[in-house]
């Protein structure tokens, strides 16, 4: 069984400038959703896209976007990063969208916007 | 909008000591999921309430689900240094997401 995994582990970046985070679901998990967690804070959730279509959304702006491909990998978008966006991002794959599904996280991507 | 708070923030025990974190929904939830995140490392799944008044052990772990499916509390008896980490509620109030709680970090003192 393939895990969660995302892609780069660790990026910086400049304000104003754009990000594209990436995410492969673990095998057999059709749901992805995309997590925040600033440090010593806990996870918030960003959205979460089913069958290539978002399905829910936390209270972030549009400039936060994502995809989900035909194979459940799934990218975060982040256009004009600002300081507060420097967070651990973290992708998880479920099974099925509602409750009764453990969320299986990706080690996540440090972002760093300087 | 819905809230997941937990108690304490920061818990330090020596080693051998139990420790136990409460969790508080501002909603009543559909269930309630515990995960453990080590430090520099991701959250990963240790259980599921769904039952109103729900108990579940897990060795030296006991997980509790409240009556009126608010609260919950994740107790561990005699820690041991492996239990070191940040331990999160994630309460599920029948939407499409999980809303996490602030978490509790344990430093365990050997």
């Known amino acids: 069984e393939t895990g969660v995994t995302q892609s780069p582990t660790h990026l910086i970046k400049t304000r104003g400038q754009q990000v594209t985070l990436r995410c492969s679901s673990q095998?057999?998990?059709?749901?992805v959703s995309w997590y925040q967690q600033a440090l010593g804070q806990g996870p918030q959730f960003i959205f979460q896209?089913?069958?290539?279509?978002?399905?829910g959304r936390g209270n972030f702006p549009p400039r936060f976007s994502g995809l989900q491909f035909p194979n459940y990998s799934s990218e975060l978008n982040v256009n004009a990063l600002e300081l507060d966006d420097s967070a651990l991002y973290l992708c998880?794959?479920?099974?099925?969208?509602?409750?009764?599904?453990?969320?299986?996280f990706g080690n996540g991507t440090r972002l760093t916007v300087t | 909008g819905q809230q997941v708070m937990q108690i304490p923030q920061y818990q330090h025990v020596q080693e051998g000591e139990d420790f136990t974190t409460y969790c508080n929904s501002s909603t009543t939830l559909s269930n309630i999921q515990w995960y453990k995140q080590r430090p520099g490392g991701h959250p990963v799944f240790l259980i599921q309430?769904?039952?109103?008044?729900e108990v579940k052990k897990q060795k030296r772990l006991t997980f509790q689900f409240g009556e009126a499916k608010k609260n919950s509390s994740l107790h561990i008896t005699a820690t041991q240094t492996t239990d070191v980490g940040t331990y999160f509620c994630?309460?599920?109030?029948?939407?499409?997401?999980?809303?996490f709680g602030t978490g509790t970090r344990l430093k365990v003192l050997a």
């Open positions: 095998s057999g998990h059709n749901t």
């Open positions: 998880a794959s479920s099974f099925q969208t509602g409750p009764n599904s453990p969320l299986h």
């Open positions: 994630a309460g599920h109030s029948g939407t499409y997401k999980y809303i």
């Open positions: 896209y089913y069958r290539e279509e978002e399905n």
């Open positions: 309430l769904v039952k109103s008044g």
